[in-house]
């Protein structure tokens, strides 16, 4: 597996000419959550999903990104937005801060269980009782392509759905069962299968769910 640094990395040479699509369905989210409450988007990248609240009326919003370069994309892109660095597993915030999390596209480069496991319990922690958690990403595909590179990529790191990219990113699809098992500490209000593009403008299965904190 490439060290959390490289992965880093990449990001951080990508964080000028990528962009991300996958989708945000803010009026699922709404019935859920109101202007008011806190926000945090983990692995904000340079704030797209943020300024999208923002220009809906959702005001008390934070982003939260262990890429340097993503983040001063989002500062020069969006000033009056917050942003934070975060410098390793822990998120720097304190137990139950936040309404709302949300995390979009991310678990998708934290590949192996451990990482995922870690990130939701960091993310359960910084969270209120009863509140809420919006997940997006990847589901597993099954055209030609990527069929070869999940099992090209399956052996080296023993997780069927994991595969590189030309630039050196790794990264994962996944299966219903894996959100399942991820959020089994939630109460489910909404699991919706979707297809979007991917940043390197493929076409790829996805998911959002929605759960609150019990």
Known sequence: MKPIQDQVKYWDELADEKEFPTPFFLEAIKK????????LDVGCGYG???NELH??????????DFSEAMLERGMRLY???KFVKNNGEKLPFTDNEFDVVLLIGVLTSNV?????EILINEISRVLKKNGIIYISDFLLNYDTRNLKRYA??????????????????VLRHHTIEDVLKLTKNYKKLLLEK?????????????????????
């Open 55 to 64: 220009n809906n009326g959702f005001k008390n919003l934070t982003g939260v």
């Open 48 to 50: 797209r999903i943020l």
């Open 112 to 116: 192996t269980d451990i990482e995922q």
């Open 32 to 39: 859920h959550v109101k202007k008011e409450m806190n926000i």
């Open 79 to 81: 000033p009056y937005l």
């Open 194 to 214: 979707t297809v979007f593009k991917t940043m390197n403008s493929h076409v790829s299965n996805g998911f959002y769910y929605i759960g609150q904190k019990k």
């Open 152 to 169: 090209k990529y399956e052996d080296k790191y023993g997780i069927y759905g994991v595969f590189e990219l030309p630039e050196g990113l």
